[in-house]
């Protein structure tokens, strides 16, 4: 099993590298909000990154100086980690932060303030597939052994961030709430434009049209695999195996090339069990 090599928190694995005890405590009890932040927040490997370059070209307009110099972990600092926890708490004006932290664990500030949390969710057969070939390729966490072991941990919620089921479900009793949008990556991939629209009308912010053209271009998938501050290629080796984990693919449905029908069908299984009393349509994939 996968556990062996994670940091157990109020009953969630977490990597050990970047992580401790006391950061995720003071994540949670100490992190201020402040009500112009805006927070990406995801289970891993659900177009986290993708969302933060969109945010930030949103910020600049569209301009990719700032997203081809500077890298997109201190653009947008995670707030339960220790390098970012202390960059988010020193930077100035409305900040762009990131989290995967479910939201039992999420800073007790945010839920009095105004800041914006924008959630993404997706196809977590593809969460899995993509999760497998990244925790392969980090030297931060253990290896899972196949697609099979590590769907297997993922059904059990023995995963670093725990069980996908209960963060999506946590995440998603805030739907209703005028600071807190909901994406999949399947829309922001169907059609991107539509949903950088959405993004932009719920932050408030004007974009002209030739900014908007800007912005889809410079966060597009070959824009970031060629970009190195968002790629990851000036990561330590001490972290990574090999360069470019983080850009795969950059598609949805790659789980069939995975999944055997019997795994997919008890997949299907648990997931009816698990997600029955909520909406379908929160749920935009096959």
Known sequence: IMSDDN??????????????????????????????????????????HWLMEILCLIHSKGDPKWVQSVPIWDRSPWIETDPGFELANKKEGPRLLTSHLPIHLFPKSFFSSKAKVIYVIRNPKDVIVSGYFYWSSVNFAKKPKSVKQFLECFLEGNVPFGSWFDHVRGWVSMRERENFLMLSYEELKRDTEKTVEKICQFLGKKVEPEELSLILKNSSFQAMRENKMSNFSVVDDAYLVHKNPLLRKGMTGDWKNYFTVAQAEAFDKVFQEKMADLPRELFPWE
């Open 7 to 48: 940091l157990w928190y109020e009953g969630i694995p977490f990597p050990r590298v970047f992580y401790s005890p006391e950061i995720l405590r003071k994540a949670r009890e100490e992190f201020v909000m402040k009500d112009e932040d805006v927070v990406t927040v995801t289970f891993p490997k659900s177009g986290t």
